[in-house]
């Protein structure tokens, strides 16, 4: 099959998420057909290298033997049967794995991000309904923060572009400032910023929480607003002012967990125990949709009983599929087998000495970095930066899309010493590529198109 021909069958019969579709006439969709490592490769036969994990979830490369073995192993024993009166090995093992990994347990099960924001949402407000307290339902989370696109999770989704066309059906929950450390003044820190942030949010809960469930958050980053990172000052700031005034903490790590800020779980870095933890995107590996909601011993028990109102009843038709939770299982082991976290520290010194060129490049401001995500924010004049630096970096073998005008690497966990040095150098000149494009705008802008 040939790229041109399924490209264009695609266009006349998928619906592609996150662009406009009537973009593609001038943004060509990539054609895969297969992948390995951290490199896909299209159907003439071009490779490019994976450098944001194929949206945030591709963490060991494509195709690991470890993960294909398992699955194909699963396959031969059980491949799906519900979870509702049924049980099976795969998802008690992932249970008890995620359990003592999270400090939370009472693993329940969906399939994409969205639905764990869901649950989460749902057993927080339930659990407070449980208690005798119905009007804590209302939910508050960060400006700027992102938990998914469905109409549920889309009320603690502050991104005008995604909700906008939808806030008729969405009951939009209450947002407090974020604590991004590029707000900080000059003298200021990060940890600065997050105090400030974490007063805002006292005085907001201070005349809400009444009515308020659970606070919602990413914690260290909130990646789709822009890989926007914070102090973990404010997770503890967080955390002592929910107990305080008995609301719930959401901690969605649906990007930031499996070890993509340095530690396994982010919220980890700021010694606190969520409510809830949200998990999804890296859990398989980047295999298999599958999410995952753990809670705390005392939420569980506000639900335990035989009373189908008070149960939590939550369920999605392939809830805790084996085949999805056999290949989060290989994934666990794979941190363990690798020595992942320890493994990433030296990974990522030298995709930062890669990245040093581009991080000093004049016309980048806030150069930042955690775990294994970086980040640039580009200063530019040229119209439709995020697509045409998409381009640029395609013509050169990499898959990079930057979020507005800010450019971001979040690779897979697995590159060798030449992939490290080919992502920085052709990251740089992908942006000079397109520093070159607006000069000809500015001394031509009519053929600006
Ligand atoms: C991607 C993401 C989601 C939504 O996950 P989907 O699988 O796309 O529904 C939720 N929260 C965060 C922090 C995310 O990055």
Same mark, same amino acid.
């Given at each position: ?9 695609? $266009? ?12 593609? %006439? ?8 297969? !992948? ?33 073995? !398992? ?22 093992? $992932? ?29 927080? *407000? ?38 906008? *066309?939808?806030?008729? $059906? ?20 990060? !940890? ?6 974490? !007063? *805002? ?38 955390? *002592? ?11 969605? %790590? ?45 939420? @569980?028990?506000?639900? @335990?009983?035989?009373?189908? /109102?008070? /149960? ?5 038709? @392939? ?14 082991? =794979? ?6 976290? +320890?493994?990433?520290?030296? =990974? ?30 580009? %200063? ?38 030449? %992939?490290? +040095? ?28």
């Amino acid at each position: 099959m040939h790229t041109a021909s399924l490209a264009a069958r695609s $266009l006349k019969s998928v619906w592609h998420p996150c662009t406009p579709m009537k973009r593609h %006439e001038t943004e060509p969709l990539l054609a895969v057909q297969r !992948a390995q490592g951290p490199w896909l490769y299209d159907t003439d036969g071009k490779r490019y290298l994976d450098a944001i994990s194929s949206w945030w979830v591709n963490l060991f490369g494509h195709s690991h033997p470890h993960i294909r073995a !398992a699955l194909a192993d699963q396959l031969e024993q059980l491949d799906h049967v519900m979870l509702a009166g049924c049980t099976h090995a795969p998802v008690v093992e $992932l249970s008890e794995r995620l359990a003592a990994l999270t400090g939370l347990g009472h693993a329940s099960y969906g399939s994409d991000g969205a639905s764990a924001t869901e649950m989460a949402l749902k057993m927080s *407000a339930h659990y407070w309904r449980n208690l005798g307290r119905p009007e804590k339902n209302g939910f508050v989370g960060l400006a700027g923060g992102y938990h998914g696109e469905t109409v549920g999770a889309l009320s603690v989704t502050d991104v005008p572009v995604f909700r906008s *066309a939808y806030a008729p $059906l969405v009951r939009l929950s209450a947002t407090v400032p974020s604590p991004d450390a590029r707000l900080a003044r000059p003298g200021d820190s990060a !940890a600065d910023v997050a105090r400030r942030a974490a !007063a *805002a949010l006292q005085a907001w809960l201070e005349q809400h929480h009444a009515r308020t469930a659970a606070l919602v958050v990413e914690p260290l980053i909130q990646c789709a607003a822009g890989m926007v990172m914070y102090d973990p000052a404010y997770l503890r700031r967080a955390r *002592a002012l929910c107990d305080h005034y008995q609301v719930h903490l959401v901690v969605d %790590e649906i990007a930031t967990g499996f070890g993509r800020t340095g530690s396994m779980f982010a919220h980890q870095q700021a010694g606190i125990r969520p409510d809830f933890i949200c998990l999804s995107k890296g859990l398989t590996g980047g295999t298999l949709p599958l999410s995952a909601v753990l809670t705390t011993d005392a939420v @569980y028990q506000a639900f @335990y009983g035989t009373d189908a /109102a008070q /149960a939590f009843l939550h369920s999605h038709s @392939y809830t805790g599929n084996p085949l999805a939770c056999r290949a989060a299982l290989a994934t666990l082991e =794979l941190f363990e087998q690798l020595d992942t976290l +320890q493994a990433n520290r030296l =990974l990522a010194q030298r995709l930062s000495t890669a990245f040093a060129p581009l991080a000093q490049h004049p016309r980048v401001r806030h150069a930042r970095h955690l775990g294994m995500v970086w980040a640039w924010d580009i %200063e530019t004049s040229l119209p439709g930066f995020a697509q045409r630096y998409h381009a640029a970096a395609k013509a050169r073998g990499l898959l990079l899309r930057p979020i507005g005008s800010t450019l971001y690497c979040m690779p897979p966990y697995v590159l060798d010493t030449d %992939e490290v +040095q080919l992502l920085g150098s052709q990251a740089l000149a992908a942006l000079e590529d397109c520093l070159r494009q607006e000069a000809q705008a500015q001394s031509n802008p009519r053929n600006d198109k």
